[in-house]
């Protein structure tokens, strides 16, 4: 991997299921790329193809065709994993969902770091990364806390923490504000971005949440299964020249 790649690198990604009379295309032609440091929204209805292209990306649920680089190394040719996709997903990437899923006996400093000894990282530097990130998410005065002590908000707050564990080259997030009030919400969007510009990863977000896009560097939409053109937001744009 090397500095001057972009993050993500997709290419004529396409997902078909099923065949013959049954064959539905659930993702024709994507191509797309999101650079380091930079956070990009995915928009589009219900069944327009974002959880495809997101999980394709993520390495869980591979494209029919097409090619998927990221940080430079190429990682998926079609359906065939040229890396150790398990490692390389523990590694290189992180997830954040619609649900926190926190480990529910687990504190929320706990969750943060089992993120990190799962990838053999001794528990001793386990431990402080996850201090660093979670007083750097603005839950650095919860980390004792199990995760129904914590609101909504919160919980996301130690959820992208625990994405990012590991460091990951690209943040994955699939509608990761969807049960959280217009408050919360812009404040987990605005996260993304605090992650992506000063974390130096790609981060991607699908999401219906239309009241916090000019967090985001560029917004994709997605409709039938293929990728419109994209729109590049002022702020983040101007601000980085």
């Known amino acids: 991997m090397t500095a001057a790649s972009p993050a993500i690198e997709a290419t004529g990604l396409t997902k078909v299921y099923g065949s013959g009379n049954t064959e539905v295309t659930a ?3 994507v191509t797309l790329t999101i650079g380091k440091g930079e956070v990009v929204a995915l928009l589009g209805p ?5 959880s495809t292209l997101l999980t394709a990306i993520g390495l869980i649920n591979p494209p029919t065709s097409g090619s998927i680089v990221i940080g430079g190394l ?8 040229l890396v150790d996709v398990r490692g390389f997903r523990r590694r290189h990437i992180g ?4 649900k926190a899923n926190l480990i529910p006996f687990l504190t929320a400093l706990e969750n943060v770091q ?9 528990p001793r530097e386990a431990r402080s990364r996850a201090l660093e990130l979670l007083d750097y998410l ?5 980390v004792k806390n199990l995760p129904h002590m914590l609101s909504g908000g919160q919980q996301q707050r130690v959820a992208v923490a625990r994405a990012l564990a590991n460091s990951p080259s690209i943040v994955l997030a699939d509608e990761p504000t969807a049960a959280l009030d217009s408050v919360r919400g812009r404040q987990v969007m605005e996260l993304f971005g605090k992650v992506a510009h000063e974390q130096g990863a790609g981060v991607l977000v699908v999401t219906h949440d239309h009241r916090a896009l000019d967090v985001f560097d560029e917004i994709l939409e997605m409709e039938d299964g293929t990728l419109r053109p994209p729109v590049r ?6 601000g980085s020249k």
């Open 74 to 81: 190429p990682v998926m040719e079609g359906p065939e994993a």
């Open 114 to 122: 089992l993120a990190s000894e799962i990838n053999d990282v001794p």
């Open 138 to 142: 603005g839950v650095g005065d919860r």
């Open 46 to 50: 219900s069944g327009a193809g974002k």
């Open 95 to 98: 997830y954040v969902f619609q």
């Open 233 to 238: 937001t002022t702020t983040h744009t101007e």
């Open 27 to 29: 993702m024709r032609d």
